[in-house]
């Protein structure tokens, strides 16, 4: 993605969740289009001629009026990224969920600002709709504590964007997949990298159930993208679909990860099906293809990487990954 140098140059923008997988991605491309911008996360990051780094408790308002003093855009993406954490833990994921776009609104009013928010909401909070595909038109329906959080830090944006009293963009993610600097570490998210991991060490691919179910797999720079173009909005739309637009079958995706895994000698991995665990979140079962249409119509953004590509790039970052590392233990 190209933006013109006086789209964010010479603002100043915060990361939040900058330690996580798409966080760190963003922070990496934001630096060929802003000589300002501020890492925010709970732990000491590797420091960079690039970056400013603040070591910040987003649940306290201390902190957002901190961070809406300095910044003029805000990309959110710290918080709890697990289902099931928000299911053992649901006051806790409540509170790491609202407490800080709340007070990020709060900050706006005391310092009389109004900041750019592009929050990273996720496209589960749709819930198990059997419309396919999915827009921005329908009406979310969330089945667990983590949609539902989400669902409702969005509608506190949406509420105080319509108030005026801050600018806010809504993303929701699809199946993100894809190389990072660093890993997700949910159980229950960044599938696909987990899974490349595992073939590379020898390990069967065990999909549940028949594999028939859609997915809509979207390439982290394809993400990235997304995230720079939101900022360039000027139409009062604030909630977008971050999706591919194509509905790829589970058991596919680990077919293509199986079969660029084996193209390396003495691999083998083949894909088994197995039963759905007793505990499995009927989110899990649910199909989704989510249009795109609104975002590519406001932007110039269109995702890039396909499917196959994206398995290819990623099959290839963790090859040149794990044999780097095996050769270092070596050595």
Do not use: C
Request: glycine share 4%; proline share 3%; no cysteine.
């Amino acid at each position: 993605m190209i933006l013109h140098n006086n789209d964010i140059n010479g603002k100043v923008i915060a990361i939040t969740g900058a330690s996580g997988y798409i966080g760190s991605a963003l922070s990496e491309e934001l630096k060929k289009y802003s000589n300002k911008v501020i890492r925010v996360s709970r732990k000491k990051l590797t420091p960079s001629k690039y970056f400013e780094d603040w070591i910040l408790d987003l649940t306290l308002l201390d902190s957002w009026i901190k961070i809406v003093k300095k910044s003029d855009i805000v990309f959110h993406l710290s918080g709890n990224t697990s289902i099931y954490d928000a299911e053992q833990e649901p006051s806790k994921n409540l509170i790491s969920t609202l407490l800080p776009v709340t007070h990020f609104v709060t900050a706006a009013k005391i310092l009389a600002l109004k900041p750019l928010m592009v929050f990273a909401s996720t496209a589960t909070v749709y819930g198990a709709l059997s419309k396919i595909p999915i827009s921005e038109n329908d009406i979310p329906e969330p089945i667990t504590n983590y949609d539902t959080h989400k669902f409702l830090a969005e509608q506190i944006l949406i509420t105080a964007h319509k108030n005026e009293i801050i600018d806010t963009k809504i993303l929701r993610l699809a199946n993100v997949y894809g190389p990072s600097l660093i890993e997700v570490k949910s159980s229950d998210r960044g599938i696909l990298s987990k899974l490349t991991r595992m073939a590379l060490e020898g390990e069967n691919l065990n999909v549940y159930g028949d594999g028939e179910y859609l997915r809509d797999y979207i390439y982290i720079k394809d993400v990235v993208a997304a995230f720079l173009s939101a900022t360039l909005v000027n139409s009062n739309e604030s909630v977008f679909n971050v999706s591919s637009g194509v509905g790829t079958r589970v058991k596919d995706v680990f077919e293509l990860i199986a079969s660029e895994v084996n193209k390396i000698p003495k691999l083998k991995i083949k894909v088994r099906h197995v039963e759905w665990p007793n505990n499995v979140s009927e989110i899990e079962k649910r199909n989704f293809v989510g249009s795109n249409n609104l975002l590519k119509s406001n932007t110039f953004w269109s995702p890039n990487i396909e499917i196959e590509e994206g398995i290819k790039l990623l099959v290839e970052f963790y090859v040149q990954e794990y044999y780097q590392n095996e050769s270092s233990k070596k050595n």
